[in-house]
């Protein structure tokens, strides 16, 4: 009897140490797949914005991002490589230069992008590039994949605020990188969280991963960060003027330029050669949009800038109104019409935001303090 407990003790510990070996071993004997059935494309997320990461095994990157407030949808799928439709196992194989990532969609009237960020180094080892934890293999590295440049600067600045204060004990190796095609993962692994609750959490506890997690991030691990939250923004900012209130408090120029997407004269505006210091805010809800600082003159007759003051205020939208395909500008809360945005501008964005007077106010550097805008004073003197 005690002979034949002791070779069932032994089994079951065999067993529990394959557990970690991955989810290759559990594909292989149950699942086979001819590869990925689609990619995403625009029709797929014609609401909110992307966001899209890799952070080793997807199974466990997909749960975090979902019960973010704000989140419209997570999707687990392979990204960064140049085969089309891979399958799941030639990606896990390491037989594709594909990784396995997420793509979130979101809505940034209700989660910044900085918010998705600080919940993405909350979930990986971003100085491991050899894999993440018991995964191992290029396919299984990390990497952060911007969708614009606002998501790019945003992401190179938090990678900054994370070595400043020294979280890791080793450098951060996380590649920042443009989003390239998304094929979606196999159906079987979409949501496997919620579908295989026990095999998820059998592999997530054997993997090392939360232990790694509380260990650097202790109680803050849950502790998601941010500068002022979007019902702040939204409560200073958020406009509920009638059509015919905005007809009254706007210019005949200003109304066709904010509300009905025209454009003001070149030469002929307020701000084209305009450098005093300070930032310019959106004319009818206030939203701090440019500062001084990165004012340039592209000798277009618009005044221009080569980055927002904050991202966060900035959307973009799919401009078809002439012959070619344009990026327009909008504000975030007002939904002001402001300019468009565009790949011609000078370092260190290589971008020119040309924007109408009409649709800014300019507030000069010695009255931000009082009128509201003292946190910005930094953007415009550093």
């Excluded at 949808?73 to 594709?96: F, I, K, L, M, N």
């Excluded at 790694?212 to 900012?237: A, C, K, M, T």
């Excluded at 210091?277 to 004012?295: A, K, T, W």
């Excluded at 370092?347 to 550097?365: D, H, V």
Aim: negative net charge; contains cysteine.
């Amino acid at each position: 009897m005690i002979k034949k407990r002791l070779l069932l003790g032994i089994a079951a510990i065999f067993i529990l140490a394959l557990i970690p070996v991955g989810q290759i071993a559990y594909e292989a004997a149950f699942h086979k797949s001819s590869g990925s059935d689609r990619s995403v494309t625009a029709e797929d997320h014609t609401e909110g914005e992307l966001a899209t990461f890799a952070g080793g095994c997807f199974w466990c990157m997909e749960k975090p991002f979902d019960e973010l407030e704000g989140v419209l949808d997570v999707y687990v799928g392979y990204t960064g490589g140049s085969e089309a439709y891979p399958s799941y196992e030639d990606v896990a194989s390491g037989q594709t230069d594909h990784v396995e990532a997420v793509q979130i969609r979101y809505d940034p009237s209700l989660v910044t992008y900085e918010t998705i960020l600080s919940v993405f180094w909350r979930q990986i080892d971003p100085t491991d590039d050899g894999g993440q934890f018991v995964d191992r293999g290029y396919q299984y590295s990390t990497a952060v994949f911007y969708h614009d440049e606002h998501q790019k600067a945003a992401a190179e600045e938090s990678i900054a605020a994370l070595d400043e204060e020294n979280r890791f004990d080793s450098p951060i190796v996380t590649p920042v990188r443009s989003a390239d095609v998304f094929y979606l993962a196999e159906d079987y692994h979409q949501k496997f969280y919620q579908e295989n609750p026990v095999r998820y959490r059998m592999y997530r506890s054997s993997s090392g991963r939360d232990d790694f997690l509380d260990e650097v991030w202790g109680e803050e691990r849950y502790d998601i960060p941010e500068s002022q939250s979007v019902g702040e923004y939204e409560g200073l900012y958020g406009v509920t003027y009638t059509d015919e209130e905005l007809k009254e408090m706007l210019t005949p120029i200003e109304y066709e330029v904010t509300q009905e997407d025209g454009t003001e004269p070149a030469y002929r505006n307020q701000y084209w050669d305009h450098y005093e210091d300070g930032i310019y805010v959106d004319r009818v809800s206030g939203e701090p949009l440019f500062s001084s600082r990165d004012q340039y003159d592209s000798k277009t007759g618009w005044p221009s800038f080569t980055q927002p003051i904050d991202p966060h205020f900035l959307t973009e939208e799919e401009d078809n109104t002439l012959f070619y395909t344009r990026t327009e500008i909008r504000s975030l809360y007002g939904d002001s019409h402001l300019g468009h945005v565009f790949e011609d501008g000078p370092e260190p964005t290589g971008l020119r935001y040309c924007m109408n007077s009409a649709a800014m106010t300019f507030i000069p550097l010695d009255e931000m303090e009082e009128k509201g805008y003292g946190d910005y004073m930094d953007e415009v003197t550093s």
